[in-house]
């Protein structure tokens, strides 16, 4: 099964494919070009009332033959985090398009200095990631990002939690995946 191209929405020019992964947490759908990803994300179809993840389940490409290189990058980072996350500070990230821009927004600010600065087993409250971001008064547009961040999982918002708890994750419609990755980090806290 050949993937399916269409034309990017925002993140390049470049044509995306689209690429279907298995995991523990059920399908990952990932979008990218050649050059890099252009969004990352769980199947749309999941909510906390069907979340039953299955630790059996093996990251796998599914359905494609020839891929970028970005794509099999993405394959091993997504195994290293599921299978042996001790492994992943040697793990490259696979390339996002929207880093390579020379001037990043604020949104892609944050996702990128998210990325950059907080490692699997690690928290970091909205207001801590806003002020990293040299912008204290930031915090709700902090909180706006994470809510619009299109490459889940490796841009790690589940890492971003409220002073006050755990925070929403996909607008609160998946909170058992929030806690289930954080737990899978060794974050238990929240549970």
Not at 30 to 42: E, M, N, P, R
Not at 79 to 88: E, H
Not at 116 to 121: A, R
Not at 131 to 144: E, H, M, T, Y
Request: hydrophobic share 35%.
């Amino acid at each position: 099964m050949a993937p399916k191209t269409k034309k990017p929405k925002t993140t390049c020019e470049l044509p995306e494919s689209e690429y279907r992964f298995s995991s523990p947490l059920g399908y990952i759908i990932v979008k990218a070009c050649d050059s890099g990803l252009h969004s990352t994300s769980l199947d749309g179809e999941l909510t906390d009332e069907n979340f039953t993840p299955n630790l059996k389940q093996s990251v796998k490409l599914l359905g494609s033959n020839k891929v970028p290189q970005v794509i099999k990058t993405c394959e091993i980072w997504f195994r290293t985090y599921f299978d042996d996350l001790k492994k992943m500070n040697i793990v490259e990230r696979p390339d996002i398009c929207v880093f390579k821009k020379s001037n990043l927004a604020f949104r892609e600010l944050v996702w990128k200095t998210l990325a950059d600065t907080v490692g699997p087993g690690e928290v970091i409250t909205y207001g801590a990631l806003a002020d990293r971001l040299k912008n204290p008064g930031a915090v709700r547009a902090v909180g706006s990002a994470m809510r619009n961040n299109p490459n889940g999982i490796i841009v790690p918002c589940h890492r971003v939690v409220r002073t006050s708890g755990l925070g929403l994750y996909h607008g609160g419609t998946r909170q058992s995946v929030k806690v289930w990755l954080l737990n899978h980090e060794g974050i238990t806290k929240y549970t």
